[in-house]
């Protein structure tokens, strides 16, 4: 089992920066990718960065350029920094963790509010 605790959401103006923060209880953090998830209400929830392993992350090109994930495996915790905020990022953030990166991840955290105003 895992248990996933998001961190860092809030408000920040347009053109600002946040860095989320998901810490991971359970073993071998390391053996996993983590992803993180964004969903707007009444909207499908939606991919937004993974770390597949320390070399290999993927992002949605909506966030290309803009949003950073890191995972420090000593501490449990993958980060998601994002640069450059647009009130369109407004979403709640997912941290999210699975052997593979796909849309139904096996662990979930609860997920954390970013409101970016404009």
């Known amino acids: 089992q895992v248990q996933l605790v998001e961190s860092g959401g809030g408000l920040v103006q347009a053109g600002g920066s946040l860095r989320l923060s998901c810490a991971a209880s359970?073993?071998?953090?390391?053996?996993?990718?983590m992803a993180w998830f964004r969903q707007v209400a009444g909207k499908e929830r939606e991919f937004v960065a993974a770390s597949r392993s320390p070399s290999r992350s993927d992002y949605a090109h909506f966030v290309k350029g803009r949003f950073t994930i890191s995972r420090d495996n000593a501490k449990n915790t993958v980060y998601l920094q994002m640069n450059s905020l647009r009130p369109e990022d407004t979403a709640v953030y997912y941290c999210a963790a699975d052997i593979t990166v796909r849309d139904e991840m096996d662990y979930w955290g609860k997920g954390i509010l970013v409101t970016v105003s404009s």
């Open positions: 359970g073993r071998d953090f390391s053996r996993y990718a």
